[in-house]
């Protein structure tokens, strides 16, 4: 039916502090590919919602961190990914039933395909950060 993308942002987004692996465009290539996508984040969801602003997108959902189950709830779908840089994303995601994603070059190397074909972006962006192709 669906696929659910969670995004944490600090550490996890390249918009966050500090930035993370997770481009811009990479988020920009999950909404193409029609997956419902939003952050879940120990940040307030008016902060959320302005960082989801400045990108000059609209997210499908936005939860503290703790949340995350409310969003398995809200959304029915084949899968669901909550992309993180920390364990308590591990841990919070495994309590909501989403599969975690570490956001680290290593380990986006090897989900990264599968959550989005054809995101070169994912494979090679070794240094992670301050690198735009
Ligand atoms: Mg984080």
């Excluded at 602003?53 to 959304?75: C, E, M």
């Amino acid at each position: 039916m669906g696929t659910v993308v969670s995004f944490d942002i600090d550490g996890t987004l390249e918009v966050g502090v500090p930035p993370g692996i997770i481009t811009l465009a990479a988020v920009r290539a999950a909404r193409g590919r029609g997956y419902v996508i939003g952050t879940c984040s120990a940040r307030t969801l008016a902060d959320q919602r302005r960082i989801w602003g400045r990108l000059g997108l609209s997210p499908d959902f936005t939860v503290l961190k703790h949340r995350l189950a409310d969003v398995r709830a809200s959304f029915t779908a084949l899968a669901y990914y909550h992309i993180g840089d920390t364990d308590i994303d591990e841990h919070f995601a495994g309590l909501a039933g989403f599969r975690f994603l570490r956001a680290d070059a290593a380990s986006v190397r090897a989900w990264g395909p599968e959550l989005l074909p054809g995101w070169p972006d994912l494979g090679t962006d070794h240094a992670g950060k301050g690198e735009t192709r």
